[in-house]
């Protein structure tokens, strides 16, 4: 499950989550902004952080964004090793298949854990066409397989399989010896993940979903409904009620009237 911020970090892990990641969705789910592409490993640093701090039990897997570890294997190292450091994370996520295995492998060896990730790769999607399924011919299956492999020999724990049909995600599941994570590829993988906001339902209606999203909870128009009574209630002065504020004992409140008897003077007109 992804997390952004103590409170979805708190809310997963004590709903049972073997994993969190930290993603870099998060620049659209809670900063607002257009794409992944725009997140900084400075704003993936400061989330994971905070995630953190909510976490006891979970696995915690931050995202390095675009821009953070393409440049070369010591620019990654440096990266991640920011990420374990200041972010408190216990191992990163980067996109790519045989292109970035020389980078994985550098990172591993130094004895950071690496969750690859493959198929439709967000910062990637321009280069792809945008988002659009992968691996639907044999060629290109074939294609992710190979990625699979040379991310499973660099050291990859794990290998996130991101919009690919499920046939295809299941054969490459069964090839592997490390696990899968679908997310738009089929109950084949060895595990799924999903974004908090998107089965939360924490968003407002006509918002984009992708296809391969549940959503177990409506949990935007639940808070929308308690802040429109809370408006009213302090409109209508049904709150706050006598039990939501502090008492005096009537010889102090007494007291204090006397007092402002004597102050009268201060609060009259000049």
Wanted: proline share 5%; hydrophobic share 40%.
């Amino acid at each position: 499950m992804t997390a952004h911020d103590f409170p979805s970090g708190l809310v997963a892990d004590e709903g049972g989550m073997d994993m969190i990641l930290v993603g870099d969705s998060l620049a659209m789910v809670a900063l607002g902004m257009q794409d992944t592409n725009q997140v900084k490993l400075r704003d993936i640093l400061h989330h994971c952080r905070a995630v953190s701090r909510g976490v006891r039990s979970a696995f915690t897997i931050g995202d390095l964004p675009m821009g953070s570890y393409e440049v070369s294997p010591e620019h990654a190292v440096a990266s991640s090793i920011r990420m374990i450091q200041d972010g408190r994370v216990e191992a990163v996520k980067l996109e790519g298949g045989v292109e970035l295995a020389p980078t994985i492998s550098r990172i591993t060896s130094i004895g950071i854990p690496v969750l690859g990730h493959i198929g439709l790769t967000p910062q990637r999607s321009h280069s792809l066409g945008g988002f659009r399924v992968q691996g639907k011919t044999a060629a290109s299956a074939s294609k992710l397989l190979t990625d699979a492999l040379a991310l499973q020999d660099a050291g990859c724990f794990s290998v996130v399989l991101e919009a690919v049909p499920a046939p295809v995600a299941e054969l490459i599941t069964e090839k592997l010896k490390i696990p899968t994570i679908g997310i738009g590829a089929g109950n084949g993988c060895s595990g799924q993940v999903l974004v908090q906001i998107d089965m939360l339902g924490n968003f407002p209606e006509g918002r984009f979903m992708p296809k391969f999203v549940k959503q177990y909870a409506n949990v935007f128009e639940e808070s929308k409904k308690a802040m429109k009574q809370y408006r009213e209630d302090v409109r209508s002065r049904v709150y706050p009620a006598k039990e939501h504020t502090y008492p005096i004992s009537p010889e102090e409140l007494r007291e204090f009237e006397e007092i402002l008897k004597k102050r009268s003077a201060e609060f009259e007109d000049k």
